[in-house]
């Protein structure tokens, strides 16, 4: 090999290092948020379903109970398309990885 080939094979080979090292970066500080964002779903649905039980106790509350049921339903499919962002993020992620 020449000393040209080797030096091009270093600079390439430093780029995907730094790409890779960015895409590590991305895919924790994703993972992180991800993290944060389900321990924030999670007590807003415990929250939410707390005051269902509230309010079917106290009967005459249906459109109340019903509308916090849609809410909970529209969290958990925020959270699940959040998910699926994370898991494509990390498939690009391992994309880079050589």
Same mark, same amino acid.
């Given at each position: 090999?020449?000393?040209?080939?080797?030096?091009?094979?270093?600079?390439?080979?430093?780029?995907?290092?730094?790409k890779?090292?960015?895409?590590?970066?991305?895919?924790?500080?994703?993972?992180?948020?991800?993290?944060?964002?389900?321990?924030?779903?999670?007590?807003?649905?415990?929250?939410?379903k707390?005051?269902?039980?509230?309010?079917?106790?106290?009967?005459?509350?249906?459109?109340?109970?019903? +509308?916090?049921?849609?809410?909970?339903?529209?969290?958990?499919?925020?959270?699940?398309?959040?998910?699926?962002?994370? +898991?494509?993020?990390?498939?690009?992620?391992? +994309?880079?990885?050589?």
């Open positions: 090999y020449s000393a040209h080939e080797v030096a091009s094979v270093k600079a390439e080979l430093e780029q995907v290092k730094e890779f090292a960015h895409a590590e970066r991305d895919g924790k500080a994703a993972e992180m948020q991800l993290t944060f964002q389900k321990a924030q779903h999670e007590q807003v649905t415990v929250s939410l707390r005051e269902i039980q509230l309010l079917r106790a106290t009967k005459g509350h249906d459109e109340r109970v019903q +509308e916090l049921e849609e809410k909970i339903g529209y969290m958990d499919e925020l959270m699940r398309s959040k998910t699926q962002e994370i +898991e494509e993020n990390d498939d690009r992620f391992i +994309e880079y990885v050589p």
